[in-house]
């Protein structure tokens, strides 16, 4: 079943239990503006809601996943008044959040380019597969700018405090290869079967308890920032609501009975 949203900068097309969300400023290279920001938050709150979306794959028109922030736009970038730490704030973390907190996984395909703040979304993602011409680029150094959106902080816990630095003073164009050796990445696939490929991973996943989905994402997260103590309670309390829920006495009677469990996400 497909159906499509209509947006002006990004297309939603729901493919059966899989949301697909393709930033669409191909001209641009999928560069943010503010109607892009705003239509990017609306669009990820839309899938996160609705209960027949089990996974959301972000990605980008045209040969680029995105090359960061709209330079050119009028009363942006250098525009008196004009305040980046309230549009970084109010106008990207709103978004970014979003996925990041997500009850559901999101998967980022990235062929391309993912430069500047496009990196930190393809990075919030809870997965990446990356084409084999695909590459981050921390482009703020070049500009006399600082990574934002997050990318600190992906960085830092990805790589390590050494790396994360040299990757964002440097410059360098992170192929997609080394992205998965370092662990930015989840798979490198052909640009011509990045879809493809993403979409049947996705499929898979739609096919997984989407409880034990939400739940060990909600965990992840905070095992990024608690001591080992505070993550075995959380994972208690967490495993507390999974134990009780109708898909464990479901999954516990398909695996007796040997068949298919019938996933209900509650």
Same mark, same amino acid.
């Given at each position: 079943? /497909?159906?499509?949203? &209509? ?15 393709? !930033? ?8 943010? &503006? ?30 680029? =996943? ?23 704030? /109010? ?15 999101? !998967?980022?395909?990235?062929?391309? %380019? ?6 930190? =979304? ?17 482009? =703020? ?39 998965? &050796? ?26 997984? %308890? ?12 905070? %095992? ?15 495993? /507390? ?13 398909? =695996? ?11």
């Amino acid at each position: 079943v /497909h159906r499509m949203t &209509d947006y002006v900068n990004l297309q939603v097309e729901h493919r059966g239990p899989v949301a697909v969300v393709t !930033i669409d400023r191909p001209e641009k290279m999928n560069t943010f &503006d503010a109607a892009l920001r705003r239509e990017l938050l609306s669009a990820a709150r839309a899938v996160n809601e609705d209960d027949s979306v089990r996974v959301v794959v972000l990605t980008g028109a045209g040969r680029a =996943f995105g090359a960061g922030a709209d330079l050119t736009e009028q009363g942006g970038f250098g525009t008196p008044g004009w305040r980046v730490d309230d549009q970084l704030n /109010h106008e990207y973390k709103p978004a970014l959040m979003t996925i990041t907190e997500a009850p559901k996984p999101w !998967i980022s395909a990235v062929a391309g %380019a993912a430069a500047g703040v496009s990196a930190s =979304f393809a990075m919030a993602s809870d997965l990446t597969v990356m084409a084999d011409n695909a590459y981050i680029y921390q482009a =703020f150094a070049a500009i006399g700018l600082i990574p934002d959106g997050g990318a600190t902080w992906h960085l830092a816990r990805t790589l390590g405090r050494k790396r994360a630095y040299e990757m964002m003073v440097c410059g360098e164009k992170v192929g997609a290869q080394k992205c998965l &050796d370092l662990g930015l990445c989840n798979r490198v696939v052909p640009v011509d079967r990045l879809m493809d490929e993403t979409l049947a991973w996705a499929a898979e996943l739609a096919g997984r %308890a989407p409880l034990s989905l939400r739940h060990t994402k909600r965990a992840l997260n905070e %095992a990024m920032e608690y001591g080992v103590g505070d993550m075995i309670s959380r994972e208690a309390a967490l495993q /507390h609501l999974c134990v009780g829920s109708e898909d464990a006495r479901e999954g516990a009677a398909a =695996f007796l009975e040997k068949r298919s469990p019938a996933w209900k996400g509650r």
